[in-house]
């Protein structure tokens, strides 16, 4: 297997801290998505879309999107569990892990397309487009920050989780994106500082 990667971007992080809070060695490749290497005729042929992480399989074959991606590798390595045991928790971390994903990467990200120069010839940009994922960012740490309380470790509970991966990879982004995490968020602030001691988080 292979993983087609870009240090910097938000979606690869997630699989890199995945990978290395697992144990897991996959050997990767860097894809200039500034350069629009991800854009070119033969990176398309491994996915369409552009995307990326791209893990290729033994066969030849391609998964294209994170998730797939954590989820396949999971079923092939589930020690240590970071999607849950039983069902009841395995739904709680891909519950969190979507509020994560949707409502914080997301949202940094929709704030990053409509207001960054860099961002400024790839699409129309909307300063009410950036207000709403201002919006939806806030309402979403809010819950999380609930969520995580005063005392929990990792996002999902007592151990590490794919939730904590996702929520890394959109903090990260959003310091990128010069979109500060409020201090008033004292629960998440907390569990940013503390996630980002890990190893994996240096991934």
């Given at each position: 297997?292979?993983?087609?990667?870009?240090?910097?971007?938000?979606?690869?992080?997630?699989?890199?801290?995945?990978?290395?809070?697992?144990?897991?060695?996959?050997?990767?490749?860097?894809?200039?998505?500034?350069?629009?290497?991800?854009?070119?005729?033969?990176?398309?042929?491994?996915?369409?879309?552009?995307?990326?992480?791209?893990?290729?399989?033994?066969?030849?074959?391609?998964?294209?999107?994170?998730?797939?991606?954590?989820?396949?590798?999971?079923?092939?390595?589930?020690?240590?569990?970071m999607i849950g045991t039983t069902p009841l928790e395995r739904a709680r971390v891909r519950e969190l892990e979507r509020i994560c994903e949707l409502g914080v990467l997301?949202?940094?990200?929709?704030?990053?397309?409509?207001?960054?120069?860099?961002?400024?010839?790839?699409?129309?940009?909307?300063?009410?487009?950036?207000?709403?994922?201002?919006?939806?960012?806030?309402?979403?740490?809010?819950?999380?920050?609930?969520?995580?309380?005063?005392?929990?470790?990792?996002?999902?509970?007592?151990?590490?989780?794919?939730?904590?991966?996702?929520?890394?990879?959109?903090?990260?982004?959003?310091?990128?994106?010069?979109?500060?995490?409020?201090?008033?968020?004292?629960?998440?602030?907390?569990?940013?500082?503390?996630?980002?001691?890990?190893?994996?988080?240096?991934?």
């Amino acid at each position: 297997m292979k993983v087609y990667d870009f240090v910097g971007a938000p979606n690869p992080k997630k699989l890199r801290v995945y990978l290395a809070e697992k144990g897991i060695t996959i050997p990767c490749q860097q894809v200039n998505i500034v350069t629009g290497e991800n854009r070119n005729a033969e990176f398309l042929k491994k996915n369409p879309l552009g995307g990326l992480p791209v893990l290729e399989l033994d066969d030849g074959s391609h998964l294209t999107e994170s998730l797939a991606i954590i989820e396949y590798l999971e079923d092939l390595h589930p020690t240590p569990p970071m999607i849950g045991t039983t069902p009841l928790e395995r739904a709680r971390v891909r519950e969190l892990e979507r509020i994560c994903e949707l409502g914080v990467l997301s949202s940094v990200a929709q704030i990053f397309q409509n207001t960054h120069p860099f961002m400024a010839g790839r699409f129309k940009q909307s300063p009410d487009a950036a207000d709403n994922g201002r919006t939806r960012l806030a309402n979403t740490l809010k819950v999380l920050d609930a969520t995580i309380g005063g005392s929990r470790k990792f996002v999902a509970g007592s151990r590490p989780t794919i939730a904590d991966c996702t929520l890394l990879a959109g903090l990260e982004f959003a310091e990128f994106a010069q979109v500060p995490l409020d201090p008033a968020f004292k629960n998440v602030t907390r569990w940013y500082a503390g996630f980002k001691e890990r190893p994996s988080a240096q991934a």
